[in-house]
């Protein structure tokens, strides 16, 4: 087959959608299919073997505002000319899209014109926020800067809110419909959940996990001296959902019990860097808690093998944390909130412990009991790497999503429509090998029917 897929962020941009997608691709690549995969420029520089990766769509930016807003026209046809050359290129049987909340539904209302066949697999709940969603969070948002507090507190007052509300109406009522349940594919059954929850219909949606390279992460013999100190391990986006602070808080419990902390990721907001930074001091643990940055996908197989317990005190919803899977996969024990995916296979003393969400004194004594006990960290790092290599292993993990793909193709192959550079009229492109194409300098212009 040849596969197009569509990711707003693609290694060596660290996140865990990013590289969860670039395993899939390179996954798919190895067992004989032609993948393509159009990104932003969090993108460029992205080399993965038997992938070809067009970092070429322009993300939107969070700020400043006036950039946000005042260029979206240009983005706009920049990343329409953006997918048109990537398809002419990949010539694709069948359009993957992950996650494109940094670009404009634009490029959806595109991607389904083309006439292909479109699988949506969905990682987060970036597709039920909508256009009006989206604005919404404009306005509510609390600003960094206090004059754009002021500035946001005035408008609203002075009823613009309002009255651009008025002016968008039809903008807000051409937003992307949601998909097709057949179209769909969800990475846990809690992400599937949640959509249910929000009046998507879900019959019929497939669940494929994230697939994990087990000749990359392996367990190894972390065996040491009795009383040695804990090498403790948080990995992801340092940021106010994810529990750090709590994870501080409770290891400054602890007393004179003899551990290390990494947090290891990127931090998101700055501000939040320096207000974590003051807990650690306000805490006494600035000899102990170290924040080295991210790192990308191999460097991170040698980071689980170095420590001797992952962290992950999650308060807000994950679908299916990668650093969970990848930790138990190196038969690394785990300690762990469960508020999404990760709770259909962790089994608290079995294979991890479980705590509370933002329960500052449960997650303390579960420290306690792993820093002390050896022997527990040895047992639940063996049963949590043997459950993900029953679950999550990568060639099967792969090979199920290449059956759902080739039957889509089955399903609903169809000619691609696309704008020609000479005439500008629409004409076909067969999705079948050999077929010649005429290479598309535009998309067609953007509907709303998504999944239709």
Known sequence: MRILMLQDSYPPYVGGCARACEAMSAGLAARGNRVHVLTTELGRGASTPGVTVHATLESTPARPLHRRLLAAGRRRRRNLAALAAAVAEARPDVVVVWNLWRVSDAVLHAVHRLGLPVVYYLHDDWLTLDRRARWDILWSREAARADLRLLKRALRALGVEALLERCLARWFAGAPRPPRAQSLVFVSASCRDEHRARGWETDGAAIVGNGIDMTRFRPADRSRAAGGTTRILFAGRIEPLKGVEVLVRALATLGDRAWVLDLVGPVVWAPYRAELEALIAREGLGGRVRLPGALDAEDMAACYLDHDLLVFPSTGTERLPLVVIEAM????????????????????????????????????????????????????????????????????????????????????????????????????????????????????????????
Not at 379 to 392: K, Q
Not at 410 to 423: E, F, I
Not at 439 to 449: D, S
């Open 329 to 452: 996969a190196c038969a690394l024990p785990v300690v762990s909130t469960l508020t999404g995916g990760h709770a259909e296979f962790l089994e608290h003393e079995r294979n991890c412990l479980v705590v509370r969400p933002g329960d500052v004194d449960d997650l303390a004594a579960a420290l306690a009991r792993m820093i002390g006990d050896a022997g527990l960290r040895a047992c639940l790092g063996d049963a949590g790497a043997a459950d993900v290599r029953a679950r999550f292993d990568a060639p099967a993990v792969h090979a199920q999503m290449e059956r759902l793909l080739a039957a889509q193709v089955v399903d609903g192959n169809a000619p691609a429509r696309v704008v020609t550079a000479a005439a500008g009229t629409t004409g076909a492109a067969s999705s079948r090998a050999g077929d010649d194409r005429t290479p598309p300098a535009a998309v067609a212009p953007p509907g709303n029917e998504i999944g239709a």
